[in-house]
């Protein structure tokens, strides 16, 4: 029995590498667990909680621990989410009683909104605050 544990734990780790969330490798330490308590236990419903039972501890007991290490905010901002921080163009005035205004950054027009509620004229250099909705909310850049 010890055998299939071992190829387990295996498994797991070629899914922990593809898929490197840090999760999957538990589960492996677990199944070598169980293969250990296979060479004195003969039962394979033991080995089996043996194998459930370590890898949920070990997830639970090292998790706060793994997340003091791993990055938390290293993504990569995508769509417009990009666009935060971004310089453009008012390509139609800014007016926040009309409710109106469209800006142009990295060569798309967007509609816009001032983040101060002040009005904007054409062809001021903006810089792009915040996203609301589907409306950037921009600044002019001083």
Do not use: H
């Amino acid at each position: 029995m010890w055998k299939i544990w071992l190829v387990m734990a295996g498994i797991f780790l070629i899914i922990e590498i593809i898929n490197m969330g840090f999760l999957v490798f538990w589960f492996s330490v677990g199944a070598i667990i169980a293969m250990i308590a296979s060479f004195f236990i003969n039962n394979i419903i033991i080995q089996s909680t043996i194998f459930l039972v370590s890898s949920t501890i070990l997830l639970f007991a090292t998790k706060p621990f793994v997340n003091k290490f791993l990055p938390k905010d290293n993504f990569i901002k995508t769509n417009s989410a990009s666009l935060e921080g971004k310089i453009g163009k008012v390509t139609f005035d800014i007016d926040p009683v009309e409710a109106k205004g469209q800006v142009k950054v990295n060569g798309e027009v967007w509609s816009a909104k001032s983040y101060d509620n002040t009005y904007i004229s054409k062809d001021t250099e903006i810089i792009v605050e915040k996203i609301e909705g589907v409306k950037l909310l921009v600044k002019p850049l001083i």
